[in-house]
Each structure stands twice: as structure tokens, then as C-alpha cells.
């Protein structure tokens, strides 16, 4: 994890601070599917720090960072992945949330930079870490999409693909019934803890009325 403003949990954070937490859940989630997660800690917005630490996981399978992804003046995490060897196969996806995403290669090694924003950052695990853990280790269970029926209706999207956090039923006749939050923040760390499911809204996707079938992702395996 990287930045300036994080402190440990455990921590009294200053005004200018918050609690670091994408470790932990992102640590859980990996951890849930076979990975062993090593943390390396609290890096600061200091270029030589990253490219430091950067080193240090060089003989993981999977090297995580967590924020520094944008392009703000202390997003320093692509330009020390490049100085440290990891060629930058895209940076950015127009999905919501979640889009200053990274993915690179260093040798056999695969990088991922997530967002720092927390409910972004365990969107992109559910996304694209976990299917990466299940390819690496053998695990056949399926990430793909399933069919529910929307409880409420949807404005139109714009160019963007949503993940919407949302809670899954059964229906009378067996249907999954999904219900997304009204609230769709990506800090809002509670919603994404309640959800069931991301309800994918495809970009340019019209205005969806209840009871219209839509695909949604399991959170809980």
C-alpha cells in the first residue's frame, strides 16, 4: 500500500490521515483463494521508496500495489514499476469503479496497481486477482456472470461499464432477484461488506425497468 496519509490500523490517524484497510481485505480475499499473502507494509509517496519495495517482491507470483495508480503529482507507482523492470501492458479501464487500474509483467511476475479507494480496489480483486489466483493455481470454479431479474428499475449508463453493488433474493419460482444499493460510492466500505453481487451495467446500457433479466457477479463463492 502506498501514500503518505495511511497509518496502521490500531493507529490514531491524524486530521490529514485515515486508517490503512485495503491491506487487510485485499490480504482476506487473496488468502480465501489459495494465495499467501505477504505484506510489505506502508510505502510512502517517495519515488525510491516504491522502486524499493517494488525489488523486494520481486520473487512473488503476483505483485500487488495498492493507490498511486492516477495522475495526481503523488501517483508515483507506474514510473517506479517501469525503472524497476515491469513493462505496462494498460493502465486505466473504463469501468466504474476501479479505473485507474494497472497490469504488467516482470518476467513470470504479474502486477497489478489497484485504486486506492477501498470499495475500487475490492472490485478490481474480485475482478481481475481472484480469476488470476484461480488460473495460476488449478481452481476450475467458474467467475462468469449469472442471470438475475432487477428489483427496480436503472437510469441509463453513460461510456462507462458499472459494477453495482447490490443484494440477491430468491424469488417465488427460484429466480435470483437482485437489489441494488441506492448509495453507490465507491468509499463507502459498508455497501460493497453487504452486497451479494456486482451488477454489470454496460456502457451506453438504456434505462432498465424492474423485472428486466440483468448479469451480476457473486461476491461469496
Not at 516504491?50 to 505483485?63: H, M, S, V
Not at 461510456?159 to 453507490?184: H, S, V
Request: contains cysteine; proline residues 6%.
Amino acid at each position: 500500500a502506498t501514500g503518505d496519509e495511511l497509518v496502521e490500523p490500531g493507529s490514531s490517524p491524524r486530521e490529514d490521515q485515515i486508517i490503512s484497510s485495503n491491506t487487510l481485505a485485499i490480504a482476506a480475499m487473496v488468502a480465501r483463494f489459495g494465495g499467501e499473502p505477504v505484506d510489505l507494509g506502508i510505502i510512502p509517496d517517495k519515488a525510491a521508496r516504491i522502486e524499493k519495495a517494488i525489488q523486494r517482491a520481486a520473487g512473488a507470483d503476483i505483485l500487488v500495489t495498492i493507490g498511486g495508480a492516477s495522475v495526481g503529482d503523488h501517483d508515483l507507482v507506474q514510473a517506479a514499476m517501469e525503472k524497476s523492470g515491469i513493462k505496462i501492458g494498460f493502465w486505466r479501464i473504463a469501468m466504474r469503479p476501479g479505473k485507474p487500474l494497472m497490469f504488467g509483467r516482470r518476467g513470470d511476475q504479474r502486477v497489478i496497481g489497484l485504486p486506492g479507494n477501498p470499495v475500487s480496489a475490492m472490485v478490481c480483486t474480485r475482478l481481475f486477482i481472484l480469476p488470476l489466483i484461480a488460473k495460476m493455481t488449478g481452481d476450475t470454479r467458474s467467475f462468469d456472470p449469472v442471470t438475475a431479474v432487477l428489483e427496480s428499475g436503472m437510469k441509463a449508463n453513460d461510456q462507462r461499464q458499472d459494477y453495482i453493488r447490490a443484494t440477491l433474493a430468491r424469488g417465488d419460482n427460484g429466480q435470483l432477484i437482485a437489489t441494488p444499493f441506492p448509495k453507490q460510492d465507491s468509499s463507502m466500505q459498508r455497501v460493497f461488506a453487504q452486497a451479494d453481487c456486482l451488477m454489470i451495467r454496460p456502457p451506453h446500457a438504456s434505462a432498465a425497468r424492474a423485472g428486466e433479466q440483468v448479469q451480476v457477479l457473486l461476491l461469496d463463492f
